[in-house]
């Protein structure tokens, strides 16, 4: 199905149209068929935020992507809509996103006013962008969805968020912005299972989940081939006040990293403004993590950072083949431990820094 009424300047708003696309689609079952919303090669369309909300009639949808779907630039834009979103699939089964084209969320209007990084600019900064996807069910009972091959560059926050999702597939993504673009992550994943990242180039950060709505079930993998070249490898952390939830049985397997200047970090002291919120007791239990054939260059000296809490330790890590080296000729690598307990099995480099190992 193409867009009815989609005009394909790259200046003109074709929400309005994209949304009659979807309404059309969601409200109709094809028997033993799919619906496809096809955006054309070699052309652009500009949209505003938009929500796309199920549950749909139809079993299965699919988003090919094969031109350029671009973000305004301006944060005025979103006046009357939620700050922290762009692109958002609510409630949808049986959702497929894919194709050799590219979503640009265009973030440096949100980049150029970040409170973070222009605190003199006072009242006006801005401390929350939005997201260029987001994928959320709410524990709604749904079929896999899979995000495939489309570029996501240049978002003004975070690229993708899942959450409350179950069943989710990242395939053959590239996501990419510049090193200088403030606190732009690559995944968000939080309240959710059964998630796959694979065969995947993230040139920004993970953060696996990254807030106090955990719900993390047992079972998922993370199987990748990830070369990065930003500020953090793999990132899970929570804020000190997150709430009672366990993180346990994730697997981060057969990465690899570029000149990262951090590798493999559990911060589970994280504050928004550093400093600000000292040492407080958190409810988060980290456990039974597997960190199995890593290898890449590091532009830090400490590779590794597991920062747990002095209240609710990190137990079960393992970390086996882990090859870990410097960037920099004639340099070492280093780890770092605060209550953290775990093995290390193989060939590891740095040397491990586990308290003994809990049984």
Request: proline letters at 4%; one cysteine or more.
């Amino acid at each position: 199905m193409y867009w009815i009424g989609a005009v394909v300047d790259g200046t003109a708003d074709n929400s309005e149209a994209l949304l009659k696309a979807w309404n059309f689609v969601c409200s109709r079952e094809v028997e033993d068929g799919v619906w496809i919303i096809l955006v054309p090669g070699n052309q652009t369309f500009l949209l505003r935020p938009l929500t796309f909300n199920g549950p749909c009639k139809a079993k299965e949808i699919k988003f090919l992507i094969m031109g350029r779907i671009i973000s305004p630039i301006s944060p005025e834009t979103w006046e009357g809509f939620d700050q922290g979103r762009w692109l958002t699939f609510n409630r949808v089964s049986g959702l497929e996103i894919k194709g050799r084209g590219e979503i640009d969320g265009r973030g440096w209007g949100w980049w150029n006013q970040s409170c973070r990084y222009h605190p003199h600019l006072g009242a006006p900064c801005t401390s929350l962008a939005p997201t260029v996807s987001r994928f959320l069910d709410f524990d709604y009972a749904s079929r896999h969805r899979s995000l495939s091959q489309v570029r996501l560059v240049y978002s003004s926050q975070t690229h993708v968020l899942i959450r409350g999702t179950n069943d989710f597939i990242v395939d053959d993504e590239v996501i990419t912005t510049p090193e200088t673009s403030p606190n732009t992550d690559g995944i968000h994943i939080s309240s959710a299972s059964n998630i796959f990242i694979r065969n995947s180039i993230i040139g920004t950060v993970w953060t696996w989940p990254w807030n106090k709505h955990w719900k993390l079930r047992k079972g998922k993998k993370l199987r990748t081939s990830a070369e990065h070249s930003r500020k953090h490898g793999i990132l899970q952390r929570n804020y000190e006040w997150s709430s009672n939830q366990d993180m346990a049985g994730v697997t981060f397997e057969n990465l690899s990293f570029e000149k990262e200047k951090n590798l493999i970090i559990i911060d589970q002291n994280y504050c928004n403004v550093r400093g600000a919120c000292g040492e407080l007791e958190t409810g988060v239990k980290i456990r039974d993590m597997v960190y199995k054939n890593l290898r890449g260059t590091s532009s830090t000296e400490v590779a590794i950072t597991l920062n747990c809490s002095r209240s609710v330790s990190c137990t079960g890590l393992l970390l086996q083949s882990v090859l870990l080296k410097s960037a920099l000729t004639g340099t070492n690598v280093s780890s770092s431990c605060i209550n953290a307990y775990g093995a290390a099995i193989g060939v590891f480099q740095p040397a491990p820094c586990f308290q003994d190992f809990d049984h």
